[in-house]
């Protein structure tokens, strides 16, 4: 499956990604309780870790997934070293913040064009038990919709 995620990866960055296009982002596959995460060690380690749980996803729902992962990554460049290192320490101890990073991650996703491959996601992780806690923090099915309509991107 890694050869898989690596695949799309290459595609949405070559795609949508200029920004990504000369970084190396190592692709992990491990077991963990959500479906993907991304990480920065700046200067130049930067990694997408996908859940084994996120194997069982159709390409079109992965591209929703892997695109709001590199936004994420995106974003890191667009924040610097310093602002990187203050989200990265505030993103598990403020629910706020987290609240807010994921919020804007998935509006730059929707302003990339994923917009339906994030709802469908969505859709599958607002009926996930192991999502329960957390998806309060991601857009809702509306807001996607809503936001995406509004931009001109549905």
Same mark, same amino acid.
């Given at each position: 499956?890694?050869? $898989?995620y690596i695949k799309i990866i290459e595609g949405l960055i070559s795609e949508s990604f200029p920004t990504l296009q000369d970084k190396k982002i190592h692709v992990f596959v491990l077991?963990?309780?959500y479906y993907a995460c991304s990480i920065w060690f700046p200067p130049f380690m930067r990694f997408v870790v996908v859940? $084994?749980?996120? !194997?069982r996803f159709?390409?079109?729902i992965l591209r929703g997934l892997l695109a709001h992962e590199l936004c994420h990554q995106e974003r890191y460049i667009e924040m610097g070293?310093?602002?990187?290192?203050?989200l990265a320490f505030k993103?598990?101890?403020?629910?706020?913040?987290?609240a807010y990073e994921e919020n804007a991650t998935d509006r730059l996703t929707i302003e990339k064009g994923y917009a339906k491959q994030l709802y469908e996601l969505s859709k599958i $992780?607002?009926?996930?038990?192991?999502? !329960?806690?957390?998806? $309060?923090f991601y857009l809702?099915?509306?807001e996607i919709k809503s936001y995406a309509k509004k931009i001109g991107k549905w």
């Open positions: 499956m890694k050869e $898989k077991s963990f309780r859940s $084994k749980r996120s !194997e159709n390409d079109y070293v310093i602002n990187y290192l203050k993103f598990f101890i403020f629910k706020v913040v987290r $992780k607002y009926q996930d038990q192991k999502h !329960e806690k957390i998806n $309060k809702s099915l509306d």
